[in-house]
């Protein structure tokens, strides 16, 4: 008995190795079937085809580093554009960059000014103010009967 969960828990790690081992591995390196078709047989065979991707599904390395261009010798050294030829160029473009900086001032309109809101006007005073807000005065018993 326990030897069959060291063997289900060796299977899963194995099975689980290989799938990550497949999505990290380049599209170039991948032989004899597709991604999708890998981790199918990796999910359904768990023990047969993490070790048939480990065996027979992974290229081998390529001993040549891919090179960038500014790493090639023969890239720095290109007949085919002089210091002079590259100036040229260069103030070329600048030039042309600065022309269409000026089309983008005169075509890109500025914004105007926000027109100030109008101040409302004060209401007007009512029937018992005096006009500054002042009550008006009272008279008395007179006033009221």
């Known amino acids: 008995m326990r030897w069959l969960i060291v063997g289900g828990v060796l299977a899963l790690v194995v099975t689980v190795y290989a799938l990550v081992d497949l999505t990290v591995t380049d599209d170039r390196r991948i032989r004899r079937l597709n991604r999708v078709l890998w981790v199918v ?24 580093r891919p090179m960038a261009p500014d790493d090639d010798p023969s890239f720095s050294r290109s007949p085919d554009v002089t210091d002079a030829e590259a100036d040229r160029r260069i103030a070329e473009i600048e030039a042309q960059l600065a022309a269409l900086d000026a089309e983008v001032e005169i075509v890109r309109p500025t914004k105007p000014e926000p ?14 103010t005096d006009g500054q807000g002042h009550r008006a005065p009272d008279d008395g018993d007179a006033a009221r009967a």
Request: net charge negative; hydrophobic share 35%; no cysteine.
């Open 41 to 64: 047989l990796i999910v359904v065979l768990p023990v047969i085809g993490p070790l048939g991707w480990l065996a027979w599904g992974k290229g081998p390395r390529s001993d040549a």
């Open 115 to 128: 027109e100030p809101e109008p101040t409302p006007e004060p209401e007007p005073p009512a029937d018992d």
